[in-house]
C-alpha cells in the first residue's frame, strides 16, 4: 500500500510562515514528485509549485518569491516553505506525485498519487 501523507498545515496570521511536508510511504521502487497543488472552497484546483524533470522548479505567479519547493530523495519527501502567507493563500493544500511500486523483482508502471490534503488557513 503506497500512499502520500501531507503535515504541517494550520491557522497562521498573514505575513507568517509554514513548512509544509508530503511523505511516501510503502512499497516504493521509484518517486517523481510533481508538486505541490491547492484548492480553495469554490475554486478549481492550481499548481503552486511544481517539480520538472532534471529538478527545475516551477511556481504559480501569485507564490514566486514567497513559495519553495524542495525535496529530500533519502527520506521520499517534498516539502512547501511557505513565507509572506496572505489570507488569499487559504486553500486545501495536496501534493502529488507519480511512483513505481516494486513488483517482485521488478516494478510496476508509474501510478499517479494524491495525498489527503492538508488545510492552510491565513486569518488575523
Known amino acids: 500500500q503506497v500512499q502520500l501523507v501531507e503535515s504541517g498545515g494550520g491557522l497562521v496570521q498573514p505575513g507568517g510562515s509554514l513548512r509544509l511536508s508530503c511523505a511516501a510511504s510503502g512499497s516504493i521502487f521509484s518517486i517523481n514528485f510533481k508538486g505541490w497543488y491547492r484548492q480553495a472552497p469554490g475554486k478549481q484546483r492550481e499548481l503552486v509549485a511544481g517539480i520538472i524533470s532534471g529538478g527545475s522548479t516551477n511556481y504559480a505567479d501569485s507564490v514566486k518569491g514567497r513559495f519553495t519547493i524542495s525535496r529530500d530523495n533519502t527520506k521520499n519527501t517534498v516539502y512547501l516553505q511557505m513565507n509572506s502567507l496572505k489570507p488569499e493563500d487559504t486553500a486545501v493544500y495536496y501534493c502529488?506525485?507519480?511512483?513505481?511500486?516494486?513488483?517482485?523483482?521488478?516494478?510496476?508502471?508509474?501510478?499517479?498519487?494524491w495525498g489527503q490534503g492538508t488545510q492552510v488557513t491565513v486569518s488575523s
Open positions: 502529488n506525485a507519480d511512483i513505481r511500486h516494486l513488483a517482485g523483482l521488478g516494478y510496476t508502471s508509474p501510478l499517479n498519487y
